[in-house]
């Protein structure tokens, strides 16, 4: 195999070392040496390094790719921001388990994909029948980057209880527990993660092979809080992690889950990551409160709490009513359901109309800021919409706001595009948030809600900041906090580059993070969504080299190439069991 030489780059090994001038050798996959001045190899590749970065593959620790890395292996929407792993079977929802069309009713809504497209994904393609089956499918996958797991508990329910049940039962009988716990005993034998629960109605099911259940939130959702207690207490056992998508309207559910991290004399705390931390538009007091749910829940009650955290602003796009910003209304989980002509005639159906008006004013916490000054039209068959809020449409209109804004969605429906920025606005409070101990920066949601956002570079944006304040964060520790932190964190062999590691490493030019890296997504038709879109990002020329299993996945010297074999044969990323095996 090819012998390569980096030399006079800054080396971060990403176990929080200062960056030093070095030169890396890459051979057989392995970091051969890092030394002051590598030798002369003959016929090995070179490459030019100097005033760039050298660090090891950035982790996405919160990803949804579990449908996508099926047809489209290769990841490349990652692989181009430099992540070289990323975590999948997050918010409860994996293909590990349940019926082909049980799974793409799962996906469709909560990823944002088309039924259509999804079942051509899916139907007909899912060979493995249990969760150890599935990751003996994962080993056979050409990923581009590497990728681990956790067990999604809605497809553990639904594949114990039987659809109807776990729909509807809130309380799993004594038999089901078991089964369930004897299923996550086999996922962890075979190296899983942990279990990933989720608690956010939001999550629904998309209801087009089983209609019955149209606009239900996901099933983990419904499970008594004995159930995830005893899910929790197998990964405790097992040294394992949960992961959490939390009820965030609902106060009591971070007490619910210190509870199930908490340890005591005789009981070890369990690794908890919870999504998200965020500086939410709607209650910019709110992210103090997670900063003494962390103290509290850490360093008093013993748990093992770290919230994921988004590096960049939470910014969304919506489809006319079709956003997931809106599922938190209650009127909106039937519109969202609907077609466009159930839609229209919701919106001009004044009982309907009103029922929007009172949860629109209604004051409650959400993740949704509902102020129409706040929302900005992208797109819209009326060509003076665009680049305006809501609110300024309105008052041209001169009707009232929101009267206005339901009659558009009456008339425009999905034609009339918006982005509204939710939360993590403010640098500095984004920054403190990064850097909290009781925190994981590195998540990016990849995947997830695929025509309303995309933070593929989150990582990237995460060092943009860090050049901006190193006294808040210098970057061998943003280094670290993406990278070996949250590996040993998750129980995964990643996240650095000492001499004899895998080469999974990156190279980087700091000097274009502020030019290069934009919050603004684009949007990608490839023809694997069958016509449908996506969003994802671009970073410019940031990342110019990705090498994965010390195969050079990814270069942009000015002109972007990916590998030819990346995505179809296996000599780049591969399934990463869990270390505490
Ligand atoms: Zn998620």
Redesign the pocket.
């Known amino acids: 195999m090819q012998t390569t030489i980096i030399r006079n780059g800054i080396y971060f090994d990403g176990l929080g070392n200062k960056g030093i001038k070095k030169d890396v050798i890459i051979k057989d996959n392995k970091i051969e040496a890092v030394v002051d001045k590598a030798p002369n190899i003959e016929n090995a590749k070179e490459i030019d390094a100097t005033d760039k970065w050298i660090m090891p593959g950035l982790l996405d620790i919160?990803a949804?790719y579990d449908a996508e890395l099926e047809v489209l292996p290769a990841l490349e929407e990652s692989v181009r921001h430099g992540v070289t792993t990323v975590i999948i079977g997050?918010?409860s929802l994996s293909a590990a388990l349940g019926k082909e069309e049980e799974i793409v009713d799962l996906f469709a809504r909560v990823e944002n994909i088309p039924a259509k497209v999804l079942s051509q994904w899916m139907i007909g393609n899912i060979k493995w029948k249990n969760v150890r089956e599935y990751y003996e499918h994962l080993d056979t996958v050409p990923v581009g980057p590497n990728v681990a797991s956790f067990l999604g508990h809605s497809n553990l329910r639904m594949h114990v209880m039987g659809l109807d049940r776990s729909f509807t039962q809130k309380n799993a009988s004594e038999d089901e527990l078991k089964k369930m716990e004897t299923i996550v005993e086999e996922a962890l034998d075979a190296g899983y993660l942990g279990v990933s629960i989720d608690m956010l109605p939001f999550h629904r099911w998309a209801g087009v092979y089983a209609p019955k259940y149209t606009g239900f939130s996901v099933p983990s959702q419904l499970a008594a809080k004995s159930e995830y207690k005893r899910l929790a207490n197998v990964l405790r056992k097992r040294n394992r992690v949960l992961q959490i998508?939390p009820n965030a309207i609902e106060k009591t559910s971070f007490m619910t889950i210190t509870r199930l991290s908490q340890g005591g004399f005789f009981k070890k705390s369990l690794k908890t990551t919870i999504?998200a931390a965020l500086d939410l538009k709607s209650n910019e007091k709110i992210y103090n409160l997670l900063k003494l749910l962390g103290f509290i829940g850490n360093k008093i009650l013993r748990a093992d709490l770290k919230f994921q955290t988004l590096s960049v602003p939470f910014l969304n796009y919506g489809d006319g009513p079709v956003s997931p910003l809106f599922e938190e209304f209650p009127s909106m989980i039937k519109a969202i359901s609907a077609d466009a002509a159930g839609r229209h005639a919701m919106f001009t159906d004044p009982t309907f109309r009103k029922q929007f008006v009172k949860e629109w004013n209604h004051k409650a916490a959400s993740v949704f800021p509902k102020a129409l000054k706040e929302m900005w039209i992208v797109n819209s068959p009326v060509s003076t919409h665009i680049g305006k809020n809501f609110e300024q449409v309105a008052k041209e209109a001169g009707v009232e706001p929101v009267e206005h804004f339901m009659n558009l969605l009456a008339e425009y429906d999905t034609k009339i595009r918006w982005k509204c920025e939710t939360s993590n606005h403010r640098e500095n409070v984004r920054m403190e948030l990064l850097n909290s101990e009781h925190c994981f920066p590195g998540f990016n949601?990849s995947g997830?809600h695929n025509l309303n956002m995309a933070f593929h570079d989150g990582g990237l944006h995460l060092f943009k900041q860090a050049m901006r304040h190193p006294e808040t964060m210098p970057i061998e520790r943003a280094v670290y906090r993406l990278t070996k932190e949250p590996a040993d964190y998750l129980g995964i062999d990643a996240g650095d580059i000492s001499v004899g590691k895998r080469a999974d490493l990156i190279i980087i030019d700091p000097t274009r993070l502020e030019s290069d890296l934009t919050t603004e997504p684009i949007e990608d038709y490839h023809p694997q969504f069958e016509g449908s879109y996506r969003l994802i990002k671009r970073s410019g020329k940031v990342v110019q080299h990705v090498f994965i299993n010390g195969n050079e996945a990814y270069t942009n010297n000015g002109e972007v190439k990916f590998h030819e074999d990346l995505g179809k044969k296996k000599i780049f990323g591969r399934l990463l069991r869990s270390n505490w095996n």
Do not use: G, L, P, R
Request: proline residues 0%; contains cysteine.
């Open positions: 919160h949804h997050n918010c998508t999504v949601d997830a």
